[in-house]
């Protein structure tokens, strides 16, 4: 359960005597995510989604965040936009920690999408990116390709903790990517971390996008990449039916264009994305105390995907 910090009633309700958003009636922890506390919030106007951010979210950065997503709000977007308090303010302290009032999206994340889903979620994606073509601030990647490096020797043998062999196989794989990386496809506004559990559906229909915090400046479609990885396979990193994840790129290739160069780029994009997950979560795996309220993401599984990218090749995304 991702509630790292406890927000008291007392605190709270302060909190929300900013906004004109309604009287408390309840607040309880969020199961979901790893990243940030969240909350999910009822006052007598409505509901709302309090977040706290902590560990991985540079509250320098809220700013960036909050800029995209009005952006894509104004643009029709199905994104949350953070509520701004009476004097205009959206980002205050609660708890000590940075925390912010955000629009509540109804719909579910999938675990297991159908084709005509996932066709809709490279859609919503694409149509994302075209929506950000005049977005001008600009936030580096931090967990980028010229980061994996550090991280993995910051991780270092301890990986083979988590199996025999870990450190030297993703090695071996980073050797390559860095070599093939893409160094001259179009840079753009990306999420950077689009799973099924950031976008909010009913039945074949996005109803949100959500989770912009590793939300940065860097290649288009490795966006969509980080998609495949996500999408294209069930939670323990098997593939699911290859339809899935052509139907994924076929939405996005419909919604915004997906160059020759860009396609071709793909698996190796894919085999970077696989390399980045992998290691924020053996560094969770290794780094997470036993009695956090968290349930730790399976390191594994972005190897056995890595594996499936390797074996397939383009196929994969023919
Ligand atoms: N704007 C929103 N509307 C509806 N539900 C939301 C919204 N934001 C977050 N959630 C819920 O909270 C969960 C955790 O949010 P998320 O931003 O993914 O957390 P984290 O950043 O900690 O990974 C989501 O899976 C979803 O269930
Ligand atoms: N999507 C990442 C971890 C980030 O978690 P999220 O809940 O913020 O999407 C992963 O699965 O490793």
Redesign the pocket.
């Known amino acids: 359960m991702?509630v790292y910090t406890h927000v008291s009633a007392e605190a709270l309700g302060a909190f929300l005597a900013r906004y004109d958003c309604g009287q408390l009636i309840s607040a309880k922890g969020?199961a979901?995510?790893?990243?940030?506390?969240?909350y999910?919030v009822d006052t007598s106007a409505g509901r709302y989604?309090l977040?706290l951010y902590?560990k991985r979210v540079d509250t320098s950065d809220l700013p960036f965040f909050f800029a995209m997503l009005d952006h894509l709000a104004a643009r029709g977007s199905p994104v949350?936009p953070a509520i701004k308090d009476r004097t205009g303010q959206a980002i205050q302290q609660l708890e000590g920690r940075s925390a912010c009032l955000?629009?509540?999206?109804?719909?579910v994340?999938l675990s297991t999408p159908t084709p005509a889903q996932a066709r809709a979620a490279g859609v919503a994606m694409g149509e994302m990116h075209t929506g950000l073509v005049d977005f001008a601030m600009v936030r580096p990647n931090t967990l980028g390709v010229d980061d994996w490096r550090p991280l993995l020797d910051q991780c270092g043998r301890a990986m083979d903790q988590i199996e025999p062999g870990l450190f030297d196989r993703v090695a071996a794989a980073l050797d390559t990517v860095e070599a093939r990386w893409p160094r001259t496809l179009p840079v753009a506004t990306i999420h950077a971390d689009l799973f099924p559990?950031?976008v909010?559906m009913l039945g074949d229909r996005v109803t949100?996008l959500?989770?912009f915090?590793f939300a940065c400046t860097d290649i288009r479609v490795y966006d969509l990449a980080v998609m495949h990885s996500a999408w294209a396979f069930d939670s323990a990193g098997l593939p699911l039916d290859p339809a899935v994840g052509r139907a994924l790129i076929a939405g996005y290739d419909a919604a915004h264009g997906l160059s020759p160069e860009e396609r071709a780029a793909l698996p190796i994009l894919a085999q970077g994305a696989c390399i980045r997950f992998l290691l924020t979560r053996a560094w969770d795996w290794l780094n997470t105390p036993a009695d956090a309220l968290v349930t730790r993401k399976d390191p594994l599984a972005y190897l056995r995907r890595l594996d499936t990218y390797l074996e397939q090749g383009d196929a994969i995304f023919a």
């Open positions: 991702a969020i979901e995510g790893v990243e940030n506390s969240n999910l989604i977040t902590e949350p955000i629009k509540f999206l109804s719909g994340s559990d950031n909010l949100g959500i989770d915090y």
